[in-house]
């Protein structure tokens, strides 16, 4: 059994004890999450999709930790102008540990 959701601006397809890394969530480490955007789900007796979510359905997860995903680099420059600049980011991220799909 799995399930497609809407997690921090994206789709992840999770499935029971599975762990995601989503964009910084405003939930502290050790809690509880609760996920509600569930765009489809897949089990025994078939497939169910939402418009735009299904209902009655929701994942449950933990948050496990916040940290800084890994760095990118970028260079940008403007030809015949001697104009050069480099730069790096991190992204803010959390890991979500799936614990049980309810409602299926």
Same mark, same amino acid.
């Given at each position: 059994?799995?399930?497609?959701?809407?997690?921090?601006?994206?789709?992840?397809?999770?499935?029971?004890?599975?762990?995601?890394?989503?964009?910084?969530?405003?939930?502290?480490?050790?809690?509880?999450?609760?996920?509600?955007?569930?765009?489809?789900?897949? %089990?025994?007796?078939?497939?169910?999709?939402?418009?735009? !979510?299904?209902?009655? =359905? $929701?994942? &449950?997860?933990? @948050?496990?930790?916040?940290?800084?995903?890994?760095?990118?680099?970028?260079?940008?420059?403007?030809?015949?102008? %001697?104009?050069?600049?480099?730069?790096?980011?991190?992204? !803010?991220?959390?890991? =979500? $540990?799936? &614990?049980?799909? @309810?409602?299926?």
């Amino acid at each position: 059994m799995y399930a497609i959701v809407n997690a921090g601006g994206k789709q992840f397809k999770v499935r029971k004890d599975d762990v995601i890394q989503v964009y910084r969530l405003d939930t502290d480490e050790g809690e509880q999450l609760v996920l509600d955007q569930v765009l489809m789900v897949c %089990d025994d007796s078939g497939v169910k999709v939402g418009k735009p !979510y299904v209902e009655g =359905v $929701k994942v &449950e997860g933990k @948050v496990l930790k916040h940290f800084k995903g890994v760095k990118i680099h970028g260079f940008t420059y403007k030809p015949k102008k %001697d104009e050069r600049r480099r730069y790096g980011h991190r992204q !803010y991220l959390t890991s =979500v $540990k799936i &614990e049980n799909i @309810v409602g299926v």
